[in-house]
Nanobody, 117 residues
Framework: VQLQASGGGLVQAGGSLRLSCAAS????????TGWFRQAPGKEREFVAA????????YHADAVRGRFTISRDNAKNTVFLQMNSLKPEDTGVYYC???????????WGEGTQVTVSS
């Protein structure tokens, strides 16, 4: 499985960005795709996740109400709409695909998000 993240960039505080995570390769019947981020000097943290059918969505407390995860299965792509960005949202954003039973994780390369104050 290959995951390609894109859409990062430099934006001023209060601005918006939309990240995309395109998957290719193997297909799965039961999985979830998530976004994680890592700021300089900090551990990678969970941002949001969505089940393969879009029925369940999860957002971290720090982004709830500002970020929205969604998916387009026809394009094998998961999106992260980020609004009202803050400087503390700065970091490298990674997408991860996790299969369920058996559990396997696939990571994509990150995309840099920088929010200036």
């Amino acid at each position: 499985v290959q995951l390609q993240a894109s859409g990062g960039g430099l934006v001023q505080a209060g601005g918006s960005l939309r990240l995309s995570c395109a998957a290719s390769g193997r297909t799965f019947s039961n999985y979830a795709t998530g976004w994680f981020r890592q700021a300089p000097g900090k551990e990678r943290e969970f941002v949001a996740a969505i089940r393969w059918n879009g029925a369940n969505k999860y957002h971290a407390d720090a982004v709830r109400g500002r970020f929205t995860i969604s998916r387009d299965n026809a394009k094998n792509t998961v999106f992260l709409q980020m609004n009202s960005l803050k400087p503390e949202d700065t970091g490298v954003y990674y997408c991860k695909l996790s299969t369920i039973n058996p559990t396997e994780d696939y990571w994509g390369e990150g995309t840099q998000v920088t929010v200036s104050s």
